[in-house]
Each structure stands twice: as structure tokens, then as C-alpha cells.
């Protein structure tokens, strides 16, 4: 299959050049005529997977823990906090949905804090995590909770103060600083994410903002380039070449992952160089 090459940048931060961590994804389209490639280059997104049932999980459990990611690292640093709600025994609630109001009651108390101090506007961005036991796929129960990461200006004993329902405390809170490693949150994100198979489901306030995305670029690799780049680690590994490609940008990490269908493509984890 003829294919050509496309570059897909997305910039983690309020802006492009306040951004200090970015991710390259590089990946092959199949060839179509110039205009309909025109015409689907700024919204365009990598093709769609293609593999068995099990595989086709994995593949969409990667992409949301990316997302994920993308999102933590474009909203929040050390200044923020990483915040854990767990219930005491005699507080679990009934449902999810009852567990969701616990939460929303949660944020509804931070931000009148937050207001009654003249402080901005809180965002958040939230994961709950509940698993009943199921013996028969060997699943233990995994009592509810959450971790919340959260951007506001009130101290660690004011955000844990909050988490009560009706001024009679739920159970633990804990909020803890952010440690950024080399400009990333992944490993956070990841332990947010980290089972798969349990029920997740995450909020994000209004004012979370996705990475910048500029327009897609074609053309700057070529099938050939990506080839020999995924097949040679030490090419695929090699800092100074890729600062060169992404001048004022230092590499993080670099992937290759093969498809079939395709051929290979490329990611790129990289933090943008301290200024002088």
C-alpha cells in the first residue's frame, strides 16, 4: 500500500510557547490526491486501528492513558495538587451516581472557599475508581475512591477539609504536590489510569484546556526515513537528532511500533531546553 508520512504535534500548555512538554506522533496515511489530503489536514486524526478484539482494547486503553496525559500536563504543575477522597466503611455510598454527588459536593465546597479567599476559579480533572468482586474472572473488590488532580489556591489541610457531606467527614483525604519528572505527570496520569478492566470514569472541569495542536504537517519524513529510524534504536534513541528536528526541544523518550497494515510509525515524549 502506498502511504505517505504525517507529523502530528501536541503542544502541553496554556499556549504553544508556554508549553514545556510536547508529544510527535509520527505515523503513515494511505496516498490520497493532494486536495482531499487538503482538505482533511487540520482536523485530521492517525487511521484507525485494525486487529483482533483483545488487541483493539489495548489499543484504545493506550490511547485514552495518552489523552489523559496530554490533558494533566497541559493544565497542571508543582504548584497543583494530586488529591486522594477514600470513604470511611460506614460512609461507601450506594452507586456510582451517589459517589459522583459525594464528588461534586467536594468541588462545590472548594470553590466557595476559594471565592470567600478572592481566589481565581479551581479546575480539576478526576478519575473514580470502583471494582465489585467477580470470583469468577478473579477480580477482587476495589472500594471506591478518587484522585483528583486540582489547580486552586487554598493550602492542603483547606482542600481536605472538604471532603465531608453535610459537615460529618466521608473518611480520608490526602493532598499531596505535584512532582513533575522532566516536565511530564505520565507516571501519575498512568497510576490514574492503571487497570483497565475496573470501572473508570473521569471528569474534567469547564476550564480544562486540550494540548495545542498545530496544523498537521506532511511531507517533513519520508517512508523510508521512518524505516530506518524505528529499525536502528540507536538512530531511534539519538537526543541530538532529534533536537535538531525540533530546535529549542530536548528528547524525553522515543517509541516505534509497527503495524501491518501501515508500516511503522514513531512518538516522540520531548521538554522543551531551560532558557538561558
Known amino acids: 500500500m502506498k502511504t505517505y508520512q504525517r507529523e502530528r504535534r501536541y503542544l502541553c500548555g496554556r499556549n504553544s510557547r508556554q508549553a514545556q512538554y510536547q508529544e510527535v506522533e509520527i505515523y503513515p496515511l494511505p496516498s490520497r490526491d493532494s486536495l482531499s489530503r487538503a482538505l482533511d489536514r487540520e482536523n485530521s486524526t492517525p487511521?484507525?486501528?485494525?486487529?483482533?478484539?483483545?488487541?483493539?482494547?489495548?489499543?484504545?486503553?493506550?490511547?485514552?492513558?495518552?489523552?489523559?496525559?496530554?490533558?494533566?500536563v497541559t493544565n497542571f504543575n508543582g504548584k497543583d495538587t494530586h488529591t486522594t477522597l477514600t470513604y470511611a466503611a460506614d460512609k461507601r455510598p450506594a452507586s456510582p451516581e451517589e459517589a459522583w454527588r459525594d464528588f461534586r459536593n467536594f468541588m462545590r465546597h472548594i470553590r466557595e472557599k476559594s471565592k470567600a479567599a478572592g481566589l481565581d476559579k479551581s479546575e480539576c480533572l478526576a478519575v473514580m475508581e470502583w471494582q465489585e468482586a467477580d470470583p469468577a474472572a478473579d477480580q477482587k473488590a476495589v472500594a471506591p475512591h478518587f484522585h483528583v488532580l486540582l489547580r486552586c489556591g487554598l493550602s492542603r489541610d483547606e482542600i481536605e477539609s472538604c471532603w465531608h457531606r453535610k459537615g460529618v467527614s466521608l473518611g480520608r483525604a490526602n493532598a499531596d504536590r505535584l512532582q513533575l519528572d522532566k516536565g511530564s505527570l505520565e507516571a501519575l496520569a498512568n497510576y490514574m489510569m492503571k487497570h483497565p478492566n475496573r470501572k473508570h470514569r473521569y471528569y474534567r472541569s469547564r476550564g480544562i484546556r486540550n494540548p495545542v495542536m498545530p496544523p498537521p504537517r506532511d511531507g517533513r519524513y519520508t517512508r523510508r526515513q521512518i524505516e530506518r529510524l524505528a529499525t536502528n534504536n540507536a538512530l531511534?534513541?539519538?537526543?541530538?537528532y532529534w533536537a535538531r528536528r525540533y530546535p529549542g526541544w530536548e528528547l524525553n523518550e522515543a517509541t516505534a511500533q509497527y503495524n501491518e497494515f501501515l508500516g511503522w510509525s514513531i512518538s516522540l515524549k520531548m521538554r522543551r531546553k531551560p532558557r538561558p
Open 47 to 72: 487511521p484507525t486501528f485494525r486487529g483482533t478484539p483483545p488487541a483493539q482494547a489495548a489499543h484504545n486503553a493506550k490511547t485514552a492513558r495518552r489523552w489523559f496525559h496530554r490533558l494533566a
Open 236 to 240: 531511534l534513541q539519538d537526543a541530538a
